[in-house]
């Protein structure tokens, strides 16, 4: 048996070989949310362009595979089906959900919602898109019938939200730093974590089931126990708000990223530091490819010819280095 120190000692070697960043053009504005398919093949990408673009993995390489076009507003948030590597949903400021088919490139469902879509989750047994909008209603949608089976108003300001890996009870992050747990599908409130001195940003569910783990405005990330509801460890190494956050497929590795010009990768076991990636700009989202150490990232930057239009590209880092 490994010791965790040999195991911190094997992943910080690898990462010293497996540094290479590549980018790619996607889009022509900022980009707000990036996400793979459970099955990994694909990487997509929103942006304020109102478009999501999509990529697919070829050995090394992404090649761009489509644009898919149709929102009115920005797409700021993306999440795919746990299970069916074709489906993906998007929340947008145009006060639609939108389900797309990346075979087809076209929307499987549009369905209109009450106010300007920020957040959006989909449960892991595939049956229920859970979408929030900027007056803090929570629209939960079947993803069956394409209908809207519950609005949850909320009387604080909701950040980011989840299930857990059950699919039976329902996360929100808030302005007052709590992590707020109901039931689902009753939505009844059953705990209340206080888990920041400042706002809760971001939530994230490792793919083992074993943790969850939080980012908030007080450049912390707290790590907690998914059963027990206590709170293991937190890391410190960031110093400006934590916007997003992306644990591995094995659930080792917990990567952070803020307006700092790096992204932490940390080992859950003891939050010691693994790695970190340069980057030239605040970096608003990040997420781990399901079945292997490639992280998929987004940042503020500009153009590089004309320093007052965005970027609109999306990097992956954790290739071989040359």
């Given at each position: 048996m490994k010791s965790i120190q040999d195991k911190?000692?094997?992943?910080?070697?690898?990462?010293k070989s497996h540094n290479k960043h590549r980018e790619?053009?996607?889009?022509?504005?900022?980009?707000?949310?990036?996400?793979w398919s459970c099955d990994g093949r694909r990487l997509a990408s929103g942006s304020f362009d109102?478009?999501?673009?999509?990529?697919?993995?070829?050995?090394?390489?992404?090649?761009?595979?489509?644009?898919?076009?149709?929102?009115?507003?920005?797409?700021?948030?993306?999440?795919?089906?746990?299970?069916?590597?074709?489906?993906l949903s998007t929340a947008s400021g145009d006060k639609t959900v939108r389900v797309w088919d990346a075979r087809t490139q076209k929307s499987a469902a549009i369905i209109a919602t009450k106010g300007e879509n920020i957040?959006?989750?989909?449960?892991p047994n595939g049956n229920t898109i859970a979408v929030g909008n900027k007056e803090d209603l929570v629209t939960f949608i079947d993803t069956r019938t394409h209908k809207i089976i519950a609005e949850e108003q909320f009387s604080f300001e909701v950040n980011e939200i989840s299930w857990n890996n059950n699919s039976d009870l329902f996360f929100l992050t808030n302005g007052q730093g709590c992590i707020h747990i109901l039931s689902y599908p009753e939505l009844e409130l059953q705990h209340v974590l206080k888990a920041h001195p400042g706002t809760c940003i971001c939530i994230e569910f490792d793919p083992k089931g074993r943790?969850?783990?939080?980012?908030?405005?007080?450049?912390?990330?707290?790590?907690?126990?998914?059963?027990?509801?206590s709170c293991l460890r937190v890391f410190t190494r960031l110093?400006?708000?934590?916007?997003?956050?992306?644990f591995s497929h094995d659930g080792q590795l917990l990567a952070s990223a803020s307006e700092d010009l790096i992204i932490?990768?940390?080992?859950?076991?003891?939050?010691e530091k693994i790695a970190d990636i340069p980057v030239e700009a605040a970096t608003f989202t990040v997420a781990f490819h399901p079945k292997q150490y490639?992280?998929?990232?987004?940042?503020d930057d500009k153009d590089t010819y004309d320093r007052k239009r965005d970027a609109g590209s999306l990097k992956v880092w954790g290739f071989p280095s040359d």
């Open positions: 911190i000692e094997e992943l910080q070697t690898y990462f790619y053009q996607a889009h022509n504005s900022k980009v707000h949310s990036v996400g109102k478009c999501v673009s999509i990529f697919t993995l070829d050995n090394d390489r992404l090649n761009k595979e489509c644009t898919c076009r149709g929102h009115a507003g920005s797409v700021d948030q993306l999440c795919w089906h746990a299970s069916n590597p074709d489906l957040n959006i989750t989909w449960a943790y969850f783990a939080t980012g908030s405005a007080d450049a912390l990330v707290s790590l907690w126990d998914a059963e027990e509801l110093d400006w708000p934590v916007r997003t956050i992306s932490d990768i940390g080992y859950t076991e003891t939050g490639l992280l998929a990232y987004a940042c």
